[in-house]
T-cell receptor, first 114, second 111 residues
Framework: DAGVIQSPRHEVTEMGQEVTLRCKPISGHNSLFWYRQTMMRGLELLIYFNNNVPIDDSGMPEDRFSAKMPNASFSTLKIQPSEPRDSAVYFC????????????FGNGTRLTVT | QQQVKQSPQSLIVQKGGIPIINCAYENTAFDYFPWYQQFPGKGPALLIAIRPDVSEKKEGRFTISFNKSAKQFSLHIMDSQPGDSATYFCAARDGAQKLVFGQGTRLTINP
């Protein structure tokens, strides 16, 4: 079991640039979640998918953020244009669909926007 | 809007002590309460979870106590070890699968 794989591990970019974060969920998991972690706000759910379909994107902060899941084994979170306040650690997590199915988190992407 | 309130923010305990982390919630639709453990540079990992129909659950040295009427739950770590030093998050989920996290507690166990 390779776990949830996120890339890149670190991303440093300048304000205004486009940033794309990538996630490969655990095989067989049909729910995928994007979280953002900051010291001030903790872990915030941005969006989640069931069977590749976005279910709830109410946590996406602005139109600058978008997420896609073109197939069961890949998802992206894009920020365009990026701003310094987007600096955070972004986590992807996956789970089987079910009441008590635990979330399995990747190791995150640390994004720094200068 | 903080749906799950966690305290304390940080906690320092001597080895062998029993750290206790507390969480409170308002939404009575929550029906699943997990605790996650996070080490530096890693994602959170499930530690233990409870449903509101039981008042206590133990897994090894970790115990969740749940008070449904008070809408509170807590994590106790028995015989704490330096390797338990990590950030701990309580969380709550309703039937819609959304997991809402507390702010986290940075726990340090001194040797």
């Amino acid at each position: 079991d390779a776990g949830v794989i996120q890339s890149p591990r670190h991303e440093v970019t300048e304000m205004g640039q486009e940033v794309t974060l990538r996630c490969k969920p655990i095989s067989g998991h049909n729910s995928l979640f994007w979280y953002r972690q900051t010291m001030m706000r903790g872990l915030e759910l941005l969006i989640y998918f069931n069977n590749n379909v976005p279910i709830d994107d109410s946590g996406m902060p602005e139109d600058r953020f978008s997420a896609k899941m073109p197939n069961a084994s890949f998802s992206t979170l894009k920020i365009q244009p990026s701003e310094p306040r987007d600096s955070a650690v972004y986590f992807c997590a996956s789970s089987r669909q079910g009441r008590d199915s635990p979330l399995h988190f990747g190791n995150g992407t640390r994004l720094t926007v200068t | 809007q903080q749906q799950v309130k966690q305290s304390p923010q940080s906690l320092i305990v001597q080895k062998g002590g029993i750290p206790i982390i507390n969480c409170a919630y308002e939404n009575t639709a929550f029906d699943y309460f997990p605790w996650y453990q996070q080490f530096p540079g890693k994602g959170p990992a499930l530690l233990i979870a409870i449903r509101p129909d039981v008042s206590e659950k133990k897994e090894g040295r970790f115990t969740i106590s749940f008070n449904k009427s008070a809408k509170q739950f807590s994590l106790h770590i028995m015989d704490s070890q330096p390797g338990d030093s990590a950030t701990y998050f309580c969380a709550a989920r309703d039937g819609a699968q959304k997991l809402v996290f507390g702010q986290g507690t940075r726990l340090t166990i001194n040797p």
